[in-house]
C-alpha cells in the first residue's frame, strides 16, 4: 500500500510537486522486485482539494477529518483483508515522511491556521512549525484497522528529497 502521491505526485498542495507524475524510482522498484501496489486514497484532496494550504497534524485530528480517513480506507483495507485471506503477503505500507496525514517516522506540527495577513503574527506561526515523531493522522487510523482486521505489517517511508537512495533503501527492507 503506497501513498496516493507516490504514484500520482499532482494529489500535493498545488505547486510543490518535487518531479513531475510520480516517485518512478519507489514505483518500478516495488513491480521490480514482485510487488503489487494499492494505492491509498488522498484524505487530504477528498477534503481540501488540490488548491489547500499546507497543513499540519494538529489541525487535522479532529473527528471530521478522522470519520473522513475512515470511510476512505474501508474498501482498501476490505481489499487487503481479502488478500491476507487469502495467502497473500501484506509486505509494507509506504507513506511519506513530515506529512500531517501520511506521515510515518514524522508528521508536522505548530500553531498553524488563521488568517494570514498584518495583525496575525504570521512569524509566530511560522516559528512554531516543528516536526513530531508520530504517524500523520491517516496513518494512525489505518494502523488501526489493520490491527484490528489481524493484519500486521511493516509501516516505512520515502524521503522525497533524495528519491533515488530512499528508493533502494526501502526495497532492501522488503527484501530481506
Ligand atoms: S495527504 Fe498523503 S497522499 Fe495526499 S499529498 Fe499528502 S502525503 Fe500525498
Known amino acids: 500500500m503506497v501513498a496516493h502521491c507516490i504514484l500520482n505526485i499532482n494529489s500535493k498542495v498545488y505547486g510543490i510537486a518535487t518531479e513531475p507524475a510520480g516517485c518512478r524510482q519507489i514505483v518500478s522498484g516495488l513491480l521490480d522486485n514482485g510487488f503489487g501496489i494499492i494505492q491509498l486514497p488522498c484524505v487530504e484532496q477528498s477534503c481540501f482539494g488540490i488548491n489547500r494550504w499546507g497543513l499540519v497534524k494538529n489541525q487535522l485530528d479532529f473527528p471530521g477529518f478522522r470519520s473522513k480517513c475512515y470511510e476512505l480506507l474501508k474498501p482498501v483495507v ?24 501520511c506521515g510515518i517516522n514524522y508528521t508536522c506540527t505548530g500553531n498553524w491556521g488563521g488568517e494570514i495577513g498584518e495583525g496575525y503574527d504570521l512569524q509566530s506561526k511560522i516559528s512554531s512549525l516543528k516536526n513530531l515523531s508520530e504517524y500523520g493522522v491517516m496513518m494512525e487510523i489505518l494502523s488501526e484497522m489493520l490491527s484490528k482486521a489481524g493484519i500486521f505489517t511493516k509501516f516505512l517511508s520515502v524521503d522525497e528529497s533524495c528519491p533515488e537512495a530512499s528508493s533502494q533503501e526501502l526495497i532492501a527492507k522488503l527484501v530481506e
Open 78 to 101: 476490505e481489499q487487503i483483508s481479502d488478500f491476507y485471506k487469502n495467502g497473500y503477503e501484506i509486505a509494507a505500507v509506504i507513506g511519506l515522511d513530515g506529512s500531517p496525514s
